[in-house]
């Protein structure tokens, strides 16, 4: 499967895209490849020395603060190789390994690999919150070596600025640079690699963004949508990239939706799966950080009362799969207007279609229109955030 580069996909091209002409076979080959998007699982290690602060940024990678149950503990001073995995909140499918730094004591890079079983990794974060170290850079060698990809993270970034600012004469973008271009200093040796700098405390700021891009193009097309459905909406460039990232698979959940649609009998009615449409709004509902838990990391980041952002929140859609998951919606008493269903079936869903292909058409238009509904409420959260 390949991924559609545009927004609209009519029957024929959804057809096609599975390599399947039989609309049965493709309905089913459909649901396999939705299962398959949900289930493929990215494997992300990171690594550095004790201190450097890879615990906060595995925590914040996943939307975690420090102190939530189930963050990896931080500020612990680390005396063995014990390897920890931790999968995301909400998507299991993607984990992050704590590994321990490579020095210790009688460790070589190649021994160290080994132990920390190397190849059960996607790909490598080296992180450093000062210039990078000789066994930072031994490793990355020995992982390349290994034809896995690495990258080199600069951390701790809002503590560096905020000491320059106190000069006189400072200037965000050239602390930036020089802190850039020390670190590639030293990291010559590895063939001159990008450096990016972040702070687990603010990953709006900075090269978070950059760094999800880069990590990205390494990336199969599964784990590349498991990656960005899973992390935290930090700001509109994430958001941004959460929907590109759905758009192409919208096609996908239209097509599964059709089990029950595409009975080769003459003028039989046209059946919905439903349940395909709702787990689809409900996954994109969660990807979009409209959830209760997401909101309220995002309040608590921000300081904004949690009902502040959620007052932000009001199409119908959004409304709906939040009154199915169970969450209350904001301090008025407003009711969504409709339920979930009765969104869907307004969208012409029980109207007795003949045709497959207008099926098609037809569930594409509902999923696109919530979707882009949820999103126009979530810029409109972010906006009350202050992040927009
Ligand atoms: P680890 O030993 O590499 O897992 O390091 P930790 O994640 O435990 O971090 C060590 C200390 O640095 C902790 O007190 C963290 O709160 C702090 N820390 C980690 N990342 C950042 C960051 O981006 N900014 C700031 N200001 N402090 C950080």
Redo the contacts with the bound molecule.
Sequence with gaps: MTEDSSADMDFSGALQRLGKLDPIEAVAKAKEQLETLDSVTVNIAVT??????????VNAFRGLD?DDENS?P???T?TTMEVTMYTHPTKSNVRLW?LPGIGMPNLNANKYLKEVKFETYDLFII?SSERFKENDIFLAKEIKKKQKCFYFVR?????DIHSAAKNKNFNEQQVLCAIREDCQRNLKDVGNPKVFL????DLGKYDFQNLVDTLELDLSEHKRFALVQSLPVCSLAMLEKKKESIEKFIWLAALASGFATYIPVPFVSVAFDKAVLVTFLISCHYTLGLNENSLIKLSERVNKPVSQLKSAIKSPFALAVANILGVPTCTSKAKPLKSLDELLDSKRLVEGLHDAAAAFKTAYTALSGGLNEMIDDMKEVLHVAGLQ
């Design positions: 550095g020395e004790t201190g450097a602060g890879k615990s906060a940024f420090d990896a931080t500020g612990i680390e704590d992180i951390t701790k970034i809002d503590n972040i702070s687990s405390f």
